[in-house]
């Protein structure tokens, strides 16, 4: 195990096992008042519970930043909200996130909302069906986030893991609390000899954390 992996692995462990208290909704470095009361806003108007918590997406953030990802891929982005915490990391790094969210209504919100939150310049909406918008998505890939319909979690992993850098995380949301729903994608992660795979939970809902190991 690489030394860069020990310090992801320490650092998705020490995430689940000190989670912010639910109430701590308050700024922290990176993220401007503006910015945190707008992913207040859209947390608020989820009524469908379709985003993840905020202390999912500061997760994300802090996978995107100590991994040093580059061409990052969402699966589900709903309105938008893990889009910006994964921008945030992006802005760090210098990477760009391609997001795809299959209703058109809330592919618009989400448009609205990374607009609203300055990050037009890393993160692009696509609207649409992932089957079909994936494979248009240019080059390699070396950070996905996967929260989309849970019984599809498998046939997503089939057609993004060859396009999976060496070194690349493949992360996928709601695998303790639906996990049910996804029994065929778990199999498949802790089953892949290449992959080393972890689950954590920051918030509850897990979140499994798959390296590419080559």
Known sequence: MT????????????????????????????VTPAIQALLQEIRHADKGQLAVSEEDGRFLRLMIATSGAKHALEIGAASGYSAIWIGLGLRETGGRLTTIEYDAQRAREATANIHRAGLDDVVTVVSGDAFKEIPKVQGAIDFVFLDAWKPDYKKFLDMVYPRLTR???FLAHNVVNKRDEMKDFLAAVWGNADLFTTIVAPSGEGVSVSWKRR
């Open 167 to 169: 070194g690349g995380l």
């Open 3 to 30: 030394k860069h992996l020990a310090a992801l692995l320490v650092v998705a462990t020490l995430a689940s096992a000190f989670p912010r208290p639910p109430e701590a909704e308050t700024p922290s470095a990176g």
